[in-house]
Nanobody, 121 residues
Framework: QVQLGQSGGGLVQPGGSLRLSCVAS????????IGWYRQAPGKQRELVAG???????NYADSVKGRFTISRDNAKNTAHLRMDSLKPEDTAVYYC???????????????WGQGTQVTVSS
């Protein structure tokens, strides 16, 4: 099995910064993409940022220039640095990882437990 452990998040004022972390553990051969989705009350879950094994990142238009995703392949870890936070960034942030547990296996998506990010004065 694969588990994703999340940390970070919390309450921050508009314009502030937060850092989210995600650690994948368990039986892991390869992590293709790792990143975060978020879900605000009454809204659908949306992709925030993802990064592949080679380090190529993609971002939602709403966070480009403010959020930075990174990963450490040796530690099966990813981080999301969130700057210039806005009230509309308030949501539960879910880490995701597309993991192959053995060579040649089609990766399966796993999810973290979610962490609350609240941007408010």
């Amino acid at each position: 099995q694969v588990q994703l452990g999340q940390s970070g998040g919390g309450l921050v004022q508009p314009g502030g910064s937060l850092r989210l972390s995600c650690v994948a553990s368990g039986s892991i051969f390869h992590i293709m993409e790792i990143g975060w989705y978020r879900q605000a009350p009454g809204k659908q879950r949306e992709l925030v940022a993802g990064i592949n094994y080679s380090g190529t990142a993609n971002y939602a238009d709403s966070v480009k220039g403010r959020f930075t995703i990174s990963r450490d392949n040796a530690k099966n870890t990813a981080h999301l640095r969130m700057d210039s936070l806005k009230p509309e960034d308030t949501a539960v942030y879910y880490c995701h990882a597309d993991v192959a547990q053995i060579a040649g296996e089609i990766p399966r998506r796993y999810w973290g437990q979610g962490t609350q990010v609240t941007v408010s004065s």
